[in-house]
């Protein structure tokens, strides 16, 4: 497939779950404070995340946008003047809506995760192949929103950032051979260096699209280092998955 017409190619990521995680994701990668939210910053930042996923012409829901507009009319809400002779220690936060229903989200979030660690456990005791997949068989092991973390730094830094997407087009198979190039003889490259040579915005949409489909073909895996936060693709290894999970978890 060949990139001769942008708009054409559309991204649909079931892992991209709402506006919640993204706004949780936000506060985790800032370590900020979810019951005294920076609305102004956390404002900008969630509307830069959009701009990436238009650009990357990800399926942006609706829920999306109307959780931007709700933190503009926040945003606004707390630049207006208070009422004169009001203390200013009386009268709702006009985040704590927000808030409470990030703290609920979060309580969800991480009760799934503690039914899902029990499935784990529990899931071969009474019967035999379980259809679920181990962590080391997974071929898209990161936090999405850390993935578009990457490809939002990468655009920040070409030189036609804010330019139609027009002119020099890509082939998505000159990138895939470009990723597969790189990881030869090498057991894995960084994301951020995949991206590094590329100077067009264009060229990095592209990546990202080759990037998605490799994974899809199973030739390559992304997985993130949840220390360094660092994002890393391997080849499809060809291992046995005790050795596969010794060289992702080296001791």
Known sequence: MNTTDIDSLNVHLDIFEGPLDLLLYLIKKNNLDIYDIPISDITREYLAYLDVMKDLDLDVAGDFLVMASTLMQVKARMLLPSSQGQDEDEGPDPRAELVAKLTEYQKYKEAARILESRFDLSKNIFYRGSPRFSESEKYLNIEMFALLEAVKSALEHVEDRDRELTGEQF???????????????????????????????????????????????????????????????????EETHIEWDDALNPS
């Not at 998505?172 to 894995?188: A, H, N, S, Y």
């Not at 489909?213 to 660092?230: N, P």
């Open 171 to 237: 082939p998505i198979e000159v990138k895939e051979e470009k990723i597969l190039g790189m990881l030869k003889g090498r057991e894995w490259v960084l994301l951020s260096d995949i991206f590094r040579d590329e100077t067009r915005k264009l060229g990095i949409i592209t990546c990202f699209m080759a990037l998605l489909e490799l994974i899809k073909l199973k030739k390559i895996i992304a997985r993130q280092d949840f220390v360094c936060k660092e994002i890393r693709i391997y080849m499809k290894p």
